[in-house]
């Protein structure tokens, strides 16, 4: 899965750079394997998940959870 941990601030200048068809944000940290994709708008220092929606359509796997987690956590080391 193409995912990426970024600053909202960050967000357009990632999606422009890059060809993400469907972008889907998500608050982090993720606690279930269904997070809600979220459109609202957001902190420019909250950090966010970003996926491609329209090639991620499963839901997370319990690894992918625990890997994201951990770099959001690397964050606020």
Known sequence: MS???MRWRDF???EYVNNIYVPAAFM???FDIYPRCT???FED???ILIIDAFT???PFTL???E???KTWDKFYE
């Open 3 to 5: 995912a990426w941990v």
């Open 63 to 65: 690894e992918q959870i």
């Open 28 to 30: 982090l940290p993720l």
């Open 67 to 69: 890997e994201i987690n």
């Open 45 to 47: 220092d909250q950090l």
């Open 39 to 41: 459109d609202i708008n």
């Open 56 to 58: 991620n359509l499963r």
């Open 12 to 14: 357009n200048l990632f």
